[in-house]
């Protein structure tokens, strides 16, 4: 059975430094998304993506964030100057269709530790 | 502002009992919503996608109703196992807003 699939499963990195969480999404997939779960709190979304550019972002993805499909397949989360609070497990997600509204499939996460 | 609320916050059962948890949404505007279940330092699975128009959708001992004109839905599960114990979370899209989740334990 398909399934999205994240590398790496764990990160560990200096405050102030850039991260790369990269994705495999579902092959037939075309929604893409990132969210991120703080230990203890709830999954929290933080941007869509369709058509090769942003469908929607959240008030947490502010500059420090920025996307990319460098290929066919893979979906990419960069931080850049990353901040102890940035620490939380990083999920993909993919969806079929063009509206955004099908049901979502999500990878096993990255956990990000900021240090 | 979308906000979802599950009840209740943990739950506690022995094996073979039915069960029935809960998800609350303030906006009714829906298209679906979305069960996943979570088990510890794990990702999210997706169990069951509601429609919108749909009142119900089963998977094998899972059942989910929808009523969008009181924004709640329910997650009905029978006959637990020991192996059903997880974090069950609801979410509605688009940007999928999520509960805190039903922590479920099923005692053998």
């Known amino acids: 059975e398909p399934e999205v699939t994240q590398t790496p499963s764990h990160q560990v990195t200096q405050m102030g430094q850039e991260v790369i969480l990269r994705c495999v999404p579902i092959?037939?997939?075309?929604?893409f998304y990132w969210y991120r779960q703080i230990l203890g709190q709830k999954v929290e979304f933080l941007v869509s993506f369709y058509n090769n550019e942003i469908s929607e972002k959240s008030e947490i993805f502010d500059d420090q964030f920025s996307v990319e499909r460098p290929d066919g397949s893979n979906f990419t989360l960069k931080i850049r100057s990353t901040k102890l609070e940035d620490s939380a497990m990083y999920f993909c997600a993919s969806s079929e269709g063009t509206s955004g509204l099908g049901e979502q499939y999500f990878g096993p996460g990255t956990r990000l530790t900021v240090t | 502002k979308q906000e979802v609320t599950q009840i209740p916050a943990a739950l506690s059962v022995p094996e073979g009992e039915n069960l029935v948890l809960n998800c609350s949404f303030t906006d009714s505007a829906i298209y679906n919503l979305q069960w996943f279940r979570q088990d510890p330092g794990k990702g999210l699975t997706s169990l069951l996608l509601i429609q919108s128009s749909q009142r119900e959708q089963t998977s094998g001992r899972l059942n989910a109703s929808l009523d969008k004109s009181s924004g709640r839905s329910t997650l009905y599960i029978a006959a637990s196992q020991p192996g059903d114990s997880a974090t069950y979370l609801c979410?509605?899209?688009?940007?999928?807003?999520f509960g805190a989740g039903t922590i479920l334990r099923v005692k053998s």
């Open positions: 979410a509605v899209p688009h940007k999928l807003v």
């Open positions: 092959s037939n997939h075309l929604y």
